[in-house]
T-cell receptor
Framework: GAGVSQSPSNKVTEKGKDVELRCDPI?????LYWYRQSLGQGLEFLIYFQGNSAPDKSGLPSDRFSAERTGGSVSTLTIQRTQQEDSAVYLC?????????????FGPGTRLLVL | AQSVSQHNHHVILSEAASLELGCNYS??????LFWYVQYPGQHLQLLLK??????LVKGIKGFEAEFIKSKFSFNLRKPSVQWSDTAEYFC???????????FGSGTRLSIRP
């Protein structure tokens, strides 16, 4: 079946511009996660959606970052007024129900470069 | 706060050598532990995970990991590596009370053919 998809695969933007990154989770998965992978660093948790519950935003690095998930499926991560330090690969993952020990399936990521 | 440490940033081995990648975590409660692998140009994918039960976990491609609770460790092992194991390996921990995963910084494994 189809895996997690993300778009665009690459995005180059100028400092100060806003960007939107999209994630389509695996059909039927109620849990969705966003991570950021910076050069030479591990994955940094950003935000987690589970069903209709309020999202866990504890990993968002600043108020320039926001995310929403419409209809319990597709999610959009928005970065306003981008800065050069926002350059990274943004990964989305989904899992069936967000339960303990559950496997997360990752998308290919969006590589963001802020000039 | 939870954290995961992978002490080896880059490991270089010859084919057929044995592999052990270290992973230590800090969290006092019940945890779920994972190893993910990212092959060049590919998605992150799950290699193996520990949820409960037998602390020696076997994963895909001949990998295994042992959860040693007293040492807060979950080291990844493979008795004989192949060139195709060249990848980046990430250890991760999830507490039983949360659903977000905390990842280590990753270990790049290079295999000389």
């Amino acid at each position: 079946g189809a895996g997690v998809s993300q778009s665009p695969s690459n995005k180059v933007t100028e400092k100060g511009k806003d960007v939107e990154l999209r994630c389509d989770p695996i059909s039927g998965h109620t849990a969705l996660y966003w991570y950021r992978q910076s050069l030479g660093q591990g994955l940094e948790f950003l935000i987690y959606f589970q069903g209709n519950s309020a999202p866990d935003k504890s990993g968002l690095p600043s108020d320039r970052f926001s995310a929403e998930r419409t209809g319990g499926s597709v999610s959009t991560l928005t970065i306003q007024r981008t800065q050069q330090e926002d350059s990274a690969v943004y990964l989305c993952a989904s899992s069936l129900g967000g339960r303990e020990g559950e496997t997360q399936y990752f998308g290919p990521g969006t590589r963001l470069l802020v000039l | 706060a939870q954290s995961v440490s992978q002490h080896n940033h880059h490991v270089i081995l010859s084919e057929a050598a044995s592999l052990e990648l270290g992973c230590n975590y800090s969290y006092g409660g019940t945890v779920n532990l994972f190893w993910y692998v990212q092959y060049p140009g590919q998605h992150l994918q799950l290699l193996l995970k520990y949820f409960s039960g037998d602390p020696l976990v076997k994963g895909i491609k001949g990998f295994e990991a042992e959860f040693i609770k007293s040492k807060f460790s979950f080291n990844l092992r493979k008795p004989s590596v192949q060139w195709s194991d060249t990848a980046e390996y990430f250890c991760a921990v999830m507490s039983s009370s949360a659903s977000k995963i905390i990842f280590g910084s990753g270990t790049r494994l290079s295999i000389r053919p």
